[in-house]
């Protein structure tokens, strides 16, 4: 079946440090991937998403490149802020859009000190 | 911004009680979405509803739960006769026709 596995946290950073997340993922056929971020007392917010081998999602000068041959979808920031401070998880679903059944990570706690 | 609320924030209840999670999904979305996290765990899909009906379903879901829409902007989860494994973070979700899902902040369930 499905499954993502992301690198194992907490994480935690200096403000404007580099930071990646490892993301591996096991599917059948093409499936959609995401990154969800969760701001403390928040809900899960899509982050960015890519639908197709070497589509490159980005949003809020976060990155993560679908790599189809080594089945990955790893985060990365080059400098990140206090504020990015969240729970990120990475998640995969079965077809090519956003609204099916999502397939989750474990979920990576950052924290950004100052 | 429309978003998707969840009540209550945070329930206690005895083991063997039934509790009713609620959630107001955003107005004109179609497909509606039950996930839970059990803590220091993966987020797991619970259950899909569409038009009325259940469209898909884990294996978690069994006869213990049950979801409902029972008027035009609820969308409740119930469980039947809470075990303490329900303890919990139910999150809620909807979407509008395949677009992008949008999450409550989730209710957080403690069973004694």
């Known amino acids: 079946g499905n499954s993502v596995t992301q690198m194992e946290g907490p994480v935690t950073l200096s403000e404007e440090a580099f930071l990646t997340i490892n993301c591996t993922y096991t599917?059948?056929?093409?499936?959609?991937l995401f990154w969800y971020v969760q701001y403390p007392g928040e809900g899960l917010q899509l982050l960015l998403k890519?639908?197709?081998?070497?589509d490159k999602g980005s949003n809020k000068g976060f990155e993560a490149t679908y790599r189809k041959e080594t089945t990955s979808f790893h985060l990365e920031k080059g400098s990140v802020q206090v504020s990015d401070s969240a729970v990120y998880f990475c998640?995969?679903?079965?077809?090519?859009?956003?609204?099916?059944?999502?397939?989750f990570g474990e979920g990576t706690q950052l924290t950004v000190n100052p | 911004e429309p978003e998707v609320t969840q009540t209550p924030s945070h329930q206690v209840t005895q083991m063997g009680q039934e509790v009713i999670l609620r959630c107001v999904p955003i107005?004109?979305?179609?497909?509606f979405y039950w996930y839970r996290q059990i803590l220091g765990q993966k987020v797991e899909f619970l259950v899909s509803?569409?038009?009325?009906?259940?469209?898909?379903k884990s294996e978690i879901f069994d006869d213990q739960f049950s979801v409902e829409r029972p008027d035009g902007s609820n969308f409740t989860l119930k469980i039947r006769s809470t075990k303490l494994e329900d303890s919990a973070m139910y999150f809620c979700?909807?979407?509008?026709?395949?677009?992008?899902?949008?999450f409550g902040e989730g209710s957080r369930l403690t069973v004694l």
């Open positions: 998640a995969l679903s079965r077809q090519e859009t956003s609204g099916s059944r999502l397939t």
């Open positions: 979700a909807s979407t509008d026709n395949f677009g992008e899902l949008f």
């Open positions: 890519a639908t197709k081998a070497d």
């Open positions: 107005s004109n979305h179609l497909y």
């Open positions: 509803f569409y038009n009325n009906e259940i469209s898909e």
């Open positions: 599917a059948t056929g093409y499936p959609s």
